[in-house]
C-alpha cells in the first residue's frame, strides 16, 4: 500500500516564491496536494503564477510581501491562517545577493543584503513560529547556501547565510520540545535568476552567463527542479540540515578538513567572474 504524502493537503507559505527555487517549491508542493500561497514583492507575477498553477490542477494562491516588514510579513501569515485554518509550512525562501569584495560595499549593501536574507527570515520565525507552537506541529524551513557553511567570496551574503544557519540549528532542539520543526536548506550553485540575474547591484563583480561558472568554478548549476526535488526530499525527512547539490556537499566537507585551502579557493572566486556589462 502506497504511503501517503507527507505534503498532500498541507497548507505551505513560501517567500521569494515568484521565480527561481520559490516559484519551484511552490510548483512541486501543489503538484503533491500542498495548498500553496506565493509570496513575494511582485504581486502581479505572484498572481500568474499562482494562476498557471491551478490551470495545471494545483491550489495556489498569492500574496504581496516585502519580508524586512515584519508587521507586513505578520499580516499574512494571520491571513492565511484565518483562512486555512493553520500553516502547515513556512519556506523562508527570499534573497537578495551581492557578489565582491568587501571593500567595495556600502553601509546601505549590508542594510539590504541582512535585512533580506537574515531580518527577513527572523521575521518569518517571528511571525509563525508562535501559530504553530499552538497548535504543537508545524514545520520551518529556512533557506540558506553553501555560503552558509564554507567562506564565500561575498562577505555580506555570506554573513547573512551563516546567521541564517545558526539561527536554524539552535532553534531546531527548542521547537521540537514544543512539535515544531525546524530545517535549514544549503544549496550550491542552481540554476535561479538569484544565481545570473537578481544581485543587488548589477555593476558589481558577477557571473554574466551560466558559461561562466564552469570557467570561473569548474562546476555547472544544477537544475532547479532537481535542486528543489533534493530540498524536498530532505524536509519530508525532518533533516536538520540539507546540502544540495553535489560539489556543495563537496566543497562543506573539504572544509571541515582543510579550511585554510578552502578559503583560498573561496577568495579566488574574487578576481574569476567577469563583470557583467
Known sequence: MARPDPFASQVALVTGGTSGIGLELGRQLARRGASVVLAGRRLEVAETEAAAIRAAGGRAEAARLDVTDAAAFDAVVQDVARRHGRLDYLFNNAGVSLA????TYTRE????????NLHGVVNGVQAVYPLMIARGRGHLVNVASLAGLVPSFG???AASKHAVVALSLSLRPEAARLGVRVSVVCPGFVDTPLLFENVAHAERQRLSSREDLPRAFGVRAMPVEKAVSAMLRGVERNRALIVVTPHA?????LYRLFPVWVAR????GLR???RHP
Open 109 to 116: 549593501d549590508w542594510e539590504l543584503v541582512l535585512g533580506v
Open 155 to 157: 562577505a555580506a551574503y
Open 265 to 268: 579557493v573561496a577568495a579566488s
Open 100 to 103: 565582491g569584495g568587501a571593500r
Open 272 to 274: 574569476r567572474p567577469r
Open 249 to 253: 556537499k563537496v566543497l562543506w566537507r
